[in-house]
């Protein structure tokens, strides 16, 4: 096992409105060695729909999004599904500023995103095994 492999398969749902973010966020997660897509949204409603039928891990939730945004549906995801961890995406760092309340994990910047940075966001908050 590599570094950077996780064990086992971390299961992932991307959040976003904009279907090219959402595949640059797909080949990240295929890029990240112990993760896989378990699906994906386009809207905070659709979200919260597909990870009570899929119950991920790890969530990648885009904070602007038409009707219900990502702090909402983020805040809604962790009521039901408690160990689901949740990291919040941006272009705008503004955004960071609704994280604690809604029981995000994380904030990360889109500029920022990496293979490594999704797997060691996860590794510091992944629920105890």
């Given at each position: 096992m590599t570094?950077?492999?996780?064990?086992?398969?971390?299961?992932v749902l991307v959040v976003d409105d904009q279907d090219l973010f959402r595949s640059v966020l797909r080949d990240l997660v295929a890029s990240a060695d112990g993760m896989v897509l378990g699906g994906e949204a386009?809207?905070?409603?659709?979200?919260?729909?597909v990870a009570?039928?899929?119950?991920p891990q790890l969530v990648l939730m885009d904070v602007r999004m038409p009707g219900?945004?990502?702090?909402?549906?983020?805040?809604?995801?962790?009521?039901?599904h408690p160990d689901t961890v949740?990291?919040?995406v941006s272009a705008d760092g503004a955004d960071a500023e609704?994280?604690?309340?809604?029981?995000?994990?994380?904030?990360?910047?889109k500029q920022r995103l990496s293979r490594q940075v999704l797997v060691d966001a996860w590794r510091e908050h992944a629920p105890p095994a």
């Open positions: 570094q950077d492999e996780l064990e086992p398969p971390i299961q386009g809207s905070g409603e659709e979200a919260l729909e009570d039928q899929l119950a219900m945004g990502g702090i909402e549906a983020t805040r809604q995801l962790v009521a039901a949740v990291l919040l609704g994280l604690h309340d809604c029981g995000a994990a994380a904030f990360l910047p």
